[in-house]
Structures are given as C-alpha cells and as structure tokens.
C-alpha cells in the first residue's frame, strides 16, 4: 500500500531477464519511453487507433500497478518490472518506435485504468487471445471490436467490466521507493506509521494471531510493536518491534498479497484505507481536495483551540488560511511561515484526529457531527456512514429527488446514488463519495432544514483549550 494516490513516477527500472536471473542487467528509462517500446514490441501500428489506446491503456495501468505495490522491490528486487512475458511486459533495449504509438503514449500516459471505489491502478492482464487466452484483454478481439466501431473505453469495459474507470492528468513524481529510510519504533509518529497500522489491521483478517491496532492513528505505541512483533515472528523475521527496511517491505508484500492487488480480480484498495497524505507544501494560491481538508481541519481546530484563527472554508488557500495557519503553527510551536509542510500537517491531522476522538457522535442535538478525517465511499462501513445517511434521509423531505436512504451504517449504492445528487443538486462535483467539502456542505443544509440556521462545530463542555 503506497502513501498516497498513485502518481506517474518519472523513471522505470527494468531487469532484462526473469525475475531471479541475477546475470541480467537493470535499465533504466523514462516512463513515457518505457511504455512506448512495450506498445511497440507487442503491437502493430497499423491497428485501428482505437485498439492501440485500449492495448496502451492495458500497459500503462499494469505497469503502473507494478510500480505501486512495489511487487518486486518488496520481495527484495532493486528494479520495479521484467522484460519477461511470463511475468510481465516485452521490452526491447534500444529498439525502433513506431510513430503512431509514440503519439498516442505521449498524449495518455499519465492515463490509467480503476475498479469504480479503488484506487491502485487496475492489474490490467492482457494476451494475443489466439495462441495464448487469458482472464483479461485479448489483443487481436481489440482489432474486431475498433473494426466495429467501439470506442477505446467500450473496447476496456468489454474485456474488464463496466466498472473501470479512467484517471487522467495523474501527476508525475520521482520514483522513489517508499520505505522512509530509517526505522519506525516505539515514539516515531507520522503518515508511515498510519500506513503500517492499516496494512497490519487487514493482514490480521488472514492471520488473526496478529493482534488488532485500535485506534488506528500517527503514534507507533505498544499496540503497534506488539503487532509488529508478532507479523515478524509469523514470517520468520527478527521479532524487534521494530519496522525495519525488510519488515517494513515484507509487510507490503503480505498486505499487496492478501487484498490481491496484483491481480485483476482484486480486493480493491478503498481512499479510506490510504493515509491521508497530500503533495506538500501547500501554500497560497493552491486549490482542490488538500486545501479543503486544511480549511475544514482548522475550522474544527479552531473551534476547540482558542488560540487558534477561524477559517471559512473556500477551497482556496487564501490570505486568511495563511494566518489561520499561522495561528496553528504558533499554538503547536511549529515555524510560523503560513504555508502547509509535512510537519503542519501531520499535526493538524494528529490535533483533528484527536478531537474527533473526543467528540462523541451525535445527531440529536445541534452540534454538528465531525467529517471522520477520512473519505466516505461505496464499500465502508462506519458510524459516520450512519450519520450522513441520517441527514441525506432528512434532505430528501425537502428536496425529494435527492433519494432517500436507510441508517444501516454501510456505504452501498442508494447511498452513493443519493450523494451523486446532493452533489447535482447544490453544484458539486458528481464524485458519488464524501470528503470535507461534501460533509461540510450536507451537514449545512441538514442543519438549515432542520433547526433553522446552519451550524458550526461547537464546543463540547470541558473541551475548550487555551
């Protein structure tokens, strides 16, 4: 399970040889020219150029799914994919590129293919479909089906299903390996302890020895080396508590192995399941999902923190963000520079996260519920689902074409149906899920319907601090 939401990374490193060959050497090239000289090792440019955007389609989203999990470097490989097709992709060094696919690779590579409410990018298996058949596309029915006029993605939902979707403009990032470079023990804290609590929690579904992390949060405490130790003795490491760099990769690999994310029917890897971790710094001028959960974090903050400045939640980082943020940093003792670095968010998230802990969940009275800290979405099951299908079922009195839904707790398609149309209804995005800018905007409205006036986040009794 990478950090964040997977990027295009600049580089690829690929072995010319099979996996174990220790004789074979490593290249390395540019992810556009590495996808160029696979498309053109397997496929013939004149194909109908809706195939070959399926076909580049298939190799970029597989490629990019090898380089995500970290599939080889987790098993202790120094490159991120094989020149083997008994295992990968064809890659020729140094070979000719036709100029059709050269085209179409620079104008989709940073594309890619999901299942609808994952997010790693689809295992996309694909073969000839004539000497050779398989679970995914098959390369010469891609030729038939563009010869009958599909489009590139009817060509994809045909072999893969009609819950794919397209990620496009995915940035473009260093490929640097994801393990932090030094140990996490007992006192570290941050985003890699987040990621390391949540992959335990799930392998312990599968290997229920492993004790359960609860609360799930940035703190590597007793809970967490306990769970640490008992994963290493499992898997025959040093039982040390200790996330060292091989426990840190052989717990990535058990985790990518049993969500199956390197296969094309995997478990799937939900948004809530990912540390919430954004491109720093952040600073004035940006825009988007980071900004919202800053402005939403702070507005929260400051209502339980009396040093610290209200903030109105715009999606721009403005001026007043600037010198709420400010605010915040001077009150956690953090350089006071306005802008967002990893420092200022990992403790607006621990100062959020341990507020939210602290509020109880409640709908009756007039203080709002807070957002979770972590993106509601088809497939999760929470209280929070509860909440927000509570008030979507209250909208829907005045506002009947947003449908109503059950309080059962679970996120399944009534619910994302409804949340589609608030989001249609009030101008929003049509993202079907719910982060702080969808919550925010539904518990005003619930509130305004309701009890008459919008609510804010209030000051639990005893909870105020100076």
Not at 194 to 223: C, F, G, H, M, W
Not at 297 to 318: F, M, R, W
Not at 338 to 365: C, F, H, M, S
């Amino acid at each position: 399970m990478p950090e964040s939401v997977p990027f295009i990374p600049d580089t690829v490193t690929v072995h010319l040889g099979r996996p174990n060959n220790q004789n074979a050497a490593n290249v390395t090239v540019s992810f556009p020219d590495y996808i160029k000289n696979v498309a053109s090792s397997e496929l013939y440019p004149t194909w109908p150029e809706n195939a070959l955007r399926a076909n580049i389609y298939a190799i970029i989203s597989f490629t990019l799914n090898r380089i995500y999990t970290e599939w080889y470097r987790s098993q202790g490989y120094d490159f991120d994919i094989t020149n083997s097709i008994q295992y990968d992709h064809s890659f020729v060094e140094n070979r000719d590129i036709f100029e059709p696919i050269s085209r179409i690779v620079d104008d989709i590579f940073n594309e890619y293919l999901v299942r609808q409410g994952s997010v790693e990018p689809l295992f996309a298996t694909y073969c000839d479909g004539i000497e050779v058949t398989c679970d995914g596309l098959y390369q010469w029915g891609s030729v038939d089906l563009a010869n009958q006029g599909m489009t590139p993605y009817e060509i994809l939902t045909y072999y893969y299903g009609d819950d794919i979707n397209i990620v496009t403009d995915a940035d473009i990032r260093p490929n640097i390996p994801t393990y932090p470079g030094t140990p996490l023990t007992i006192g570290s804290g941050g985003t890699d302890v987040n990621r390391i609590e949540i992959q335990l929690n799930r392998i312990s579904t599968n290997y229920p020895a492993i004790p359960k992390i609860y609360p799930v949060d940035v703190t590597y405490d007793d809970k967490t080396a306990d769970a640490v130790r008992e994963f290493q003795r499992i898997f025959n490491l040093p039982q040390t508590g200790v996330v060292d760099k091989a426990t840190w990769y052989k717990i990535n690999y058990i985790y990518t192995s049993v969500k199956k994310l390197s296969q094309l029917n995997s478990e799937g890897l939900s948004l809530q399941e990912l540390p919430e971790q954004f491109p720093v710094p952040v600073d004035i001028g940006a825009t988007g999902l980071p900004v919202q959960y800053i402005q939403y974090y702070l507005e929260v903050i400051g209502a339980y923190y009396k040093n610290v400045l209200p903030v109105q939640s715009t999606g721009t980082y403005d001026e007043q963000t600037a010198n709420s943020v400010r605010s915040f940093q001077q009150v956690f003792g953090l350089p006071q520079t306005g802008t967002v670095d990893e420092r200022t968010w990992d403790d607006l998230y621990r100062a959020y996260a341990g507020i939210v802990d602290n509020v109880p969940i409640n709908t009756e009275g007039e203080n709002a519920v807070l957002f979770p800290g972590t993106v509601l979405t088809e497939g999760m099951t929470s209280p929070y689902v509860r909440v927000l299908q509570e008030y979507l079922s209250y909208i829907h009195k005045t506002y009947p074409n947003i449908p109503d839904v059950s309080a059962t707790g679970y996120f399944g398609p009534i619910t994302r149906n409804a949340v589609t149309e608030f989001q249609k209804q009030f101008g929003l995005p049509q993202t079907g899920s719910v982060g702080p800018g969808v919550w925010d905007a539904i518990s005003d409205v619930y509130s305004d319907l309701r009890f008459g006036y919008v609510k804010q986040p209030g000051q639990y009794p005893g909870y105020i601090i100076e």
